[in-house]
């Protein structure tokens, strides 16, 4: 016989077993077509499953519980054009299998598809189509909420200005916005006052900006493609970014802005077809790499400073105009491994796959037609020729540059042939 439990312990005991007795099982209520959502909610207790079959809803949700609401078959919740869709207000909510449309219009009321309350942390919302609502999906002052593989499209008849956001991400931490189609929305993905998030897998088109993306810190953009739309990844106001494989082509303006960033690293992406590949703008202190930027107007756009930046093993090819810098004073890149450059003149003659010769990617021919546009007229006269090679002898001529000492000879994208005919559609 093992020895008597003291009357503390069986107490203890007793109160435990009474505890797990009484702990009802999560209920799952089931509501078809002519039932009321609202109503199951309603009578849902927290961590119960309302499971919705095929079919067409109308009305406004509010959850206020936790809970999770499951579409079988893809129903249908409609709005009817007023307010938001579903509202939010409790954590750890879930909501997937379902097409949400038809929010209000109301940009000053945020009207939104599924709208997220601060204070609801770890939402979800997964294999969601969110159709025709002002904002797809609104996160805000939360706790790692997630977004994932949902297809959104905004009010495409509204002017672009009258739209919201396809997911909008506002004073959060821990995010994660993952494998979503958003187009035809203002923005894609507009992020701001944010910590701690992941953008990954997310194809974002036919929009304003891909991304808008500001003031959000020690985050992860990797794998997205972001593509015809105005402009691609746009990236302003942060520190401490990897930005990683994703790609950014056919966009009117920028496949990348890089805007008052600093301590961050872009590797891998590929930037095509753009009006400018990179625009850079008051960056510093960033590693820039591996970056294929390929048959843009401008390959890079680099101005405000941007001089402190470690720019190496990149590939440039068939840019109209590989770099566009305006400047009082040289910038070096390739300092470790130098980057390709398909318009290189010089020469490797000690066969160490980099240039005897540096690059300079302006002179000041390239110069007078900034700040002279009306001058491209005249770029292949004689007298222009003539000019730029006199520039090159006499150095008092010479135009500040971006300058690479000892170039690659050979790129290290060997695919970079398949991005030849992705552009944007006004060129």
Excluded at 183 to 212: C, E, M, P, Q
Excluded at 413 to 421: A, L, Q, S
Aim: hydrophobic share 40%.
């Amino acid at each position: 016989m093992g020895p008597a439990l003291s009357p503390r312990r069986c107490g203890a005991a007793l109160a435990a077993w009474l505890c797990l007795a009484g702990a009802a099982p999560a209920a799952v209520l089931l509501v078809k077509p002519g039932e009321s959502i609202g109503a199951a909610i309603q009578a849902a207790q927290a961590g119960d499953t309302v499971r919705v079959a095929r079919g067409v809803y109308s009305g406004r949700l509010v959850i206020d519980k936790p809970l999770t609401l499951e579409g079988v078959g893809r129903p249908t919740l409609t709005g009817q054009g007023e307010g938001d869709v579903i509202r939010v207000r409790a954590a750890d909510v879930s909501v997937s299998g379902f097409t949400i449309r038809d929010s209000g219009s109301d940009l000053g009321a945020q009207n939104a598809g599924v709208y997220f309350e601060p204070g609801a942390d770890r939402a979800l919302v997964r294999d969601c189509a969110l159709v025709y609502n002002l904002f797809g999906v609104w996160l805000e002052g939360l706790k790692d909420g997630r977004v994932i593989g949902n297809h959104i499209t905004g009010k495409r008849d509204l002017q672009s200005a009258a739209r919201g956001n396809g997911i909008q991400v506002f004073n959060t931490s821990g995010a994660q916005i993952l494998d979503n189609d958003i187009s035809f929305a203002r923005d894609g993905i507009y992020v701001d006052v944010s910590k701690h998030a992941l953008f990954r897998g997310n194809k974002i088109h036919h929009l304003r900006y891909g991304t808008h993306y500001m003031n959000t810190d020690h985050s992860v953009w990797e794998n997205n493609e972001s593509f015809l739309n105005r402009g691609g990844l746009a990236l302003m106001e942060v520190r401490n970014l990897t930005v990683r494989n994703n790609q950014a082509w056919g966009n009117s303006d920028h496949g990348i802005m890089l805007r008052t960033i600093q301590d961050s690293v872009i590797e891998n992406n590929v930037v095509a077809g753009n009006g400018r590949g990179f625009f850079i703008y008051d960056a510093e202190y960033n590693v820039v790499r591996r970056n294929l930027v390929i048959n843009n107007r401008v390959g890079v756009h680099l101005t405000a400073g941007s001089g402190n930046n470690q720019v190496d093993g990149n590939d440039f090819v068939g840019n109209r105009e590989q770099i566009k810098y305006v400047a009082a004073r040289d910038v070096e890149w390739g300092r470790s491994e130098g980057n390709y450059w398909s318009n290189y003149g010089g020469w490797d003659q000690d066969g160490d796959g980099r240039g005897d010769v540096a690059y300079e990617a302006n002179d000041v021919v390239d110069r007078l037609h900034w700040q002279y546009p009306l001058i491209k007229l005249l770029l292949s006269s004689p007298s222009v020729q003539s000019l730029r090679f006199v520039a090159r002898q006499f150095p008092l001529l010479r135009a500040p540059s971006i300058v690479d000492k000892h170039p690659r000879m050979r790129p290290i994208y060997t695919d970079w042939k398949r991005w030849n005919d992705k552009r944007s559609n006004d060129k």
